[in-house]
């Protein structure tokens, strides 16, 4: 099945009672892209996933993954692969049986399990055990390879990096850039932002059920102000850089902020005598963290 976006939400709301979980978002995904899904607890993000794969009704807008709707069209649940954010998995049966239950229900081959075992370090005595007895990490683990093991068109992860140790996460980043180089979609929300800026193309941002920013992490973080430090040639030569904001000059030392292009402001820097110069990018944590802060007191 060919379709030129693998989600497509339009003008979606959903309300449980007087509450309302989303107001009229819009999301779309296109194959072969990895979006990041972020915003604080109770934003809206597993109410979207589930209507997503087709778990809940939206009251009203249009929705369609995978070029069907989900809630209708059980073919298209057949391409989804979707890790809930606390996956229910049946205690009495061994992880190996898990899967295969999981396996069946897609009606698809699991494909993809050999390969994800591998990178999320899920070996066969893992597998052979009972799911009951697992730590945390293991049934997070065994919840990402269900999800992906029949190579799915289009993954929706709920923070799938939790409780997963560095070595593991850094197998799950793998596995999910092999499936985006494949054509894949995912979708995945995160808390784990070194995560979220590895992997993605691009992050949508969701606040109380509405969208409230969307772009590539670049392009958030060119929203915000980044750090300029500068040790002049000549303490008493005057100064004047696009963009800039003078936060503290003592002699030729000058600390600057620094909204917008970064090219303009390289040009200006290289036409100056200079002992030194630093330039502090903006995380995705800072630029999280101040676009909330900014969201919360507007």
């Known amino acids: 099945m060919h379709v030129e976006t693998t989600i497509d939400l339009r003008g979606v709301t959903k309300r449980f009672g007087d509450h309302v979980a989303l107001e009229h978002i819009d999301l779309a995904v296109h194959p072969g892209e990895i979006r990041g899904f972020l915003g604080?607890?109770?934003?809206g993000k597993t109410t979207a996933m589930r209507i997503l794969v087709g778990l809940l009704q939206a009251d009203s807008g249009s929705v369609e993954v995978l070029g069907g709707d989900p809630w209708r069209d059980h073919r298209v649940r057949a391409g989804l692969g979707f890790l809930p954010s606390d996956p229910g998995l049946y205690g009495r049966m061994r992880g190996a049986e898990l899967l295969d239950h999981f396996a069946a229900l897609s009606k698809r081959e699991p494909v993809l399990r050999e390969r994800a075992c591998t990178l999320l370090r899920m070996d066969a005595a893992d597998l052979a055990r009972p799911?009951?007895?697992?730590?945390?990490?293991?049934?997070?683990?065994?919840?990402?390879?269900?999800?992906?093991?029949?190579?799915?068109?289009?993954?929706?992860?709920?923070?799938?990096?939790?409780?997963?140790?560095?070595?593991?996460?850094?197998g799950l980043v793998e596995l999910l850039r092999d499936r985006r180089d494949a054509g894949r979609s995912i979708l995945f929300s995160s808390h784990v932002l070194a995560e979220v800026a590895a992997l993605c193309d691009r992050v949508t941002m969701i606040r109380d059920g509405r969208i409230v920013?969307?772009?590539?992490?670049?392009?958030?973080?060119?929203?915000q102000a980044r750090t300029v430090i500068l040790e002049l040639a000549d303490a008493e030569a005057p100064l004047e850089l696009p963009g800039c904001t003078l936060v503290d000059r003592n002699g030729g030392r000058v600390t600057l902020t620094h909204h917008g292009e970064v090219r303009p402001l390289l040009t200006a820097l290289a036409a100056l005598e200079l002992r030194d110069v630093r330039i502090m990018e903006v995380s995705l944590d800072e630029v999280f963290m101040d676009f909330y802060r900014d969201e919360t007191a507007s």
């Open 40 to 43: 604080p607890n109770g934003a």
């Open 131 to 170: 799911v009951r007895t697992y730590s945390k990490g293991m049934r997070q683990k065994l919840g990402v390879l269900q999800a992906v093991q029949h190579d799915p068109a289009l993954l929706i992860l709920d923070e799938p990096g939790e409780g997963l140790d560095p070595l593991v996460l850094a």
């Open 213 to 223: 920013g969307e772009g590539t992490i670049a392009e958030l973080s060119d929203q």
